[in-house]
């Protein structure tokens, strides 16, 4: 690992000590972060493909009841059966907070004329079968509503997921490392730098040693002299 350049002062290394530590709190807390995510997003996948597997079933029974009517009425007959439907829907939004994350929540109201029917047609040109198709999407309304709000939940926490991996492995195996590198890298050269002055400094009271035996002696010269 490629340390970083900065000075190998004491100032620097206490600075990244620092770092250091505050990386390491971090990584601690991305990594649990990480592991409720898992296992909150593993929960929200279930529930989805539980949702989509109950959602694809009740369309299939609609779309084949819908081929039915299809092959007993005539193209114009459908067409006119549904062109005016007799129930308007307004959809809401609210989010909640998933460990950060914001996921939707729809809901919708149902507006319908003066008749609960929610059959736009009368009932003498077309079959029983076009009955069956539009009573059963309409009971799936709230189904496909909560699968869109699931989906959507499943993929923003699969991008949380994955933005958090992505977080913990530049800790672990980029900041935290490199931080380590160039803390050791320092402690070394303030090492090494102390051992030089200290040896600069035994140097140095050795001269002074030296010079205070040889202005001794030539005192002790003059004085016999």
């Not at 290394?13 to 909150?40: F, I, N, P, Y």
């Not at 007993?72 to 989010?95: N, R």
Request: charged share 35%; proline share 3%.
């Amino acid at each position: 690992m490629e340390r970083m350049k900065v000075n190998p002062t004491r100032m620097m290394l206490t600075t990244l000590k620092k770092r250091l530590a505050t990386a390491t709190r971090g990584h601690k807390l991305m990594k649990d972060k990480r592991d409720e995510l898992m296992k909150t997003f593993l929960e929200v996948a279930r529930e989805n493909g539980r949702l989509r597997q109950e959602v694809e079933s009740g369309l299939e029974d609609v779309y084949r009841s819908f081929t039915v009517a299809s092959a007993i009425m005539s193209g114009e007959v459908m067409e006119e059966s549904l062109m005016f439907p007799k129930q308007g829907v307004t959809l809401d939004m609210e989010k909640k907070n998933i460990m950060s994350v914001e996921v939707p929540i729809f809901s919708f109201q149902t507006e319908a004329d003066e008749s609960a029917d929610i059959f736009p047609y009368g009932f003498a040109r077309t079959s029983g079968e076009l009955d069956t198709a539009v009573s059963g999407l309409s009971d799936m309304f709230p189904k496909l509503l909560e699968l869109a709000a699931k989906e959507k939940e499943t993929a923003l926490l699969a991008a949380e997921l994955e933005k958090t991996r992505r977080r913990v492995n530049a800790l672990e195996y980029v900041v935290i490392p490199r931080l380590e590198v160039t803390i050791k890298y320092i402690t070394m050269k303030l090492d090494e730098d102390e051992r030089g002055n200290q040896t600069r400094l035994m140097k140095v009271k050795d001269m002074m040693l030296e010079e205070a035996i040889r202005q001794r002696r030539k005192k002790d010269e003059e004085c016999l002299g």
